[in-house]
């Protein structure tokens, strides 16, 4: 095989209990999954596309976008990383369009545990992909909202008690803290909640739990980037979150790279 093209987030599902992965290059889906235990090679082409309008950059900007896009794409608003500020709801959003179809949407409230406990939110249409993308081991549903600025309100009322961020080191050397019970951290959870949030409280929520497709785990994960590294090759250990896990503890973090033109050989 030797294909290449734009990388973007890998894409995911689940078949017998295990997560499948699939790394996209333009059109073009690879089963990453069945390239476990063989040799893989990547090589960077040094050329960005902006993953929003297409055109070259010389440098990525919050993961894929030009900087002109970066600025004005609805895809690259603030509210995508700060739910809370989301303006949505109050008719006002780079594109009332984009936002109706992405922020004026249900939205989940959750708990996942990729290393510790943390709190996240979603779009509906995101589960389980979301919890995927962040290396979570067992995540469960707190609540259901009609749009992204109560999930991220209900998420800041929940960041005083759980922690909202990965720890990626912990979650690639699968160091999951398993005494956490997290049915019953979501029943702290929602006793945290003022009363006009626990309204949205889903009483009945799936446990889920997500296997990966590893053989070894690194010990001490080292980051590669395209950026200092033109050709990275090895054996494909496994992958987990949005990393490939290489050979030597090397760890590449494939969504990092969204935009970047490669090629990929394997056996
Ligand atoms: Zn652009």
């Given at each position: 095989?030797?294909?290449?093209?734009?990388?973007?987030?890998?894409?995911?599902?689940?078949?017998?209990?295990?997560?499948?992965?699939?790394?996209?290059?333009?059109?073009?889906?690879?089963?990453?999954?069945?390239?476990?235990?063989?040799?893989?090679?990547?090589?960077?082409?040094?050329?960005?596309?902006c993953?929003a309008c297409?055109?070259?950059?010389?440098?990525?900007?919050?993961?894929?976008f030009c900087?002109n896009c970066f600025?004005t794409a609805?895809?690259a608003?603030?509210?995508?990383?700060?739910?809370?500020?989301?303006?949505?709801?109050?008719?006002?959003?780079?594109?009332?369009?984009?936002?109706?179809?992405?922020?004026?949407?249900?939205?989940?409230?959750?708990?996942?545990?990729?290393?510790?406990?943390?709190?996240?939110?979603?779009?509906?249409?995101?589960?389980?992909?979301?919890?995927?993308?962040?290396?979570?081991?067992?995540?469960?549903?707190?609540?259901?909202?009609?749009?992204?600025?109560?999930?991220?309100?209900?998420?800041?009322?929940?960041?005083?008690?759980?922690?909202?961020?990965?720890?990626?080191?912990?979650?690639?050397?699968?160091?999951?803290?398993?005494?956490?019970?997290?049915?019953?951290?979501?029943?702290?959870?929602?006793?945290?909640?003022?009363?006009?949030?626990?309204?949205?409280?889903?009483?009945?929520?799936?446990?889920?739990?997500?296997?990966?497709?590893?053989?070894?785990?690194?010990?001490?994960?080292?980051?590669?980037?395209?950026?200092?590294?033109?050709?990275?090759?090895?054996?494909?250990?496994?992958?987990?979150?949005?990393?490939?896990?290489?050979?030597?503890?090397?760890?590449?973090?494939?969504?990092?790279?969204?935009?970047?033109?490669?090629?990929?050989?394997?056996?």
């Open positions: 095989m030797n294909i290449s093209g734009n990388i973007s987030k890998m894409k995911t599902s689940i078949e017998n209990d295990e997560v499948v992965y699939e790394l996209r290059l333009n059109n073009e889906l690879v089963n990453i999954s069945e390239l476990v235990g063989k040799t893989i090679t990547l090589e960077y082409q040094n050329q960005i596309n993953i297409g055109k070259k950059t010389s440098k990525s900007f919050a993961q894929g900087y600025q609805p895809q608003e603030e509210c995508v990383l700060k739910p809370e500020t989301c303006r949505a709801h109050l008719g006002e959003a780079r594109d009332i369009e984009f936002a109706e179809a992405h922020c004026l949407i249900p939205h989940y409230v959750y708990l996942a545990i990729a290393s510790g406990v943390k709190v996240g939110i979603t779009r509906h249409t995101q589960i389980p992909t979301r919890w995927i993308d962040q290396g979570a081991s067992k995540a469960i549903i707190i609540a259901e909202v009609p749009n992204r600025h109560i999930a991220g309100v209900m998420e800041v009322h929940l960041k005083q008690y759980f922690a909202d961020k990965t720890n990626w080191r912990a979650m690639l050397k699968n160091v999951v803290a398993n005494d956490i019970d997290i049915a019953s951290e979501k029943l702290k959870a929602i006793e945290h909640l003022p009363d006009e949030l626990k309204q949205y409280v889903m009483a009945d929520a799936k446990e889920w739990t997500l296997n990966y497709p590893v053989e070894t785990y690194p010990l001490k994960p080292q980051s590669l980037t395209f950026d200092k590294e033109a050709k990275i090759s090895g054996t494909l250990k496994g992958i987990k979150g949005q990393y490939l896990l290489l050979d030597n503890d090397r760890v590449l973090n494939i969504r990092k790279h969204n935009g970047y033109l490669v090629s990929v050989q394997a056996d």
